[in-house]
């Protein structure tokens, strides 16, 4: 819960922005934040920073200036869902396979064309040099951008 809501104010789109971050944090460190929350940004800072550093040494060290924006004490000081979704779109741009967006909209109407595929397994690891040749012709003759999202 976003520092803000233990204070007893009121839940912003901030404090959701928050949460998102403590998620991402967790995920991508495989620790987890401890409660209560502290009431002051010094304070909350000592909290984080171990968790931010870990993500570093996990290689996590892409997500951490993401994260830490999203993490901040004061709500006014947390990135806008719109950037942290620009964000988040370049940072899955350098990731070897495709977003999930990008690998339903290839694979689902194969599913739907074909019964047996979709008894089979999908994971973009199992078809990895299929899936990306197709998600390479597939992206070049839709077309597909970030305008899609």
């Given at each position: 819960?976003?520092?803000?809501r233990?204070?007893?104010e009121?839940n912003?789109?901030?404090?959701d922005?928050?949460s998102?971050g403590?998620?991402?944090?967790?995920?991508?460190?495989?620790?987890?934040?401890?409660?209560?929350?502290?009431?002051?940004?010094?304070?909350f800072?000592r909290?984080?920073?171990?968790?931010?550093?870990?993500?570093?040494v996990q290689?996590?060290?892409?997500?951490?200036?993401?994260?830490?924006?999203?993490?901040?004490f004061?709500p006014?000081?947390?990135?806008?869902a719109a950037?942290?979704?620009?964000?988040?779109?370049?940072l899955?741009?350098?990731?070897p396979?495709?977003?999930l967006?990008?690998?339903?909209r290839?694979?689902?109407p194969?599913?739907r064309?074909?019964?047996n595929?979709?008894?089979?397994?999908?994971?973009?690891?199992?078809h990895?040099e299929t899936?990306?040749?197709?998600?390479?012709e597939?992206m070049?003759?839709?077309?597909?951008?970030?305008?899609?999202?």
């Amino acid at each position: 819960m976003a520092p803000e809501r233990h204070l007893g104010e009121h839940n912003l789109p901030a404090s959701d922005i928050f949460s998102l971050g403590v998620v991402m944090a967790e995920l991508s460190s495989g620790l987890r934040l401890e409660s209560p929350w502290p009431t002051s940004p010094v304070s909350f800072e000592r909290l984080i920073d171990p968790m931010l550093d870990y993500m570093e040494v996990q290689g996590a060290e892409v997500l951490v200036e993401l994260v830490r924006a999203m993490l901040s004490f004061r709500p006014e000081d947390r990135p806008q869902a719109a950037e942290v979704a620009a964000a988040s779109r370049r940072l899955a741009a350098g990731l070897p396979a495709p977003d999930l967006r990008a690998w339903a909209r290839l694979l689902v109407p194969r599913a739907r064309r074909d019964p047996n595929l979709s008894s089979m397994d999908l994971s973009v690891g199992s078809h990895e040099e299929t899936v990306n040749d197709d998600f390479i012709e597939l992206m070049t003759v839709s077309g597909l951008t970030e305008k899609d999202d």
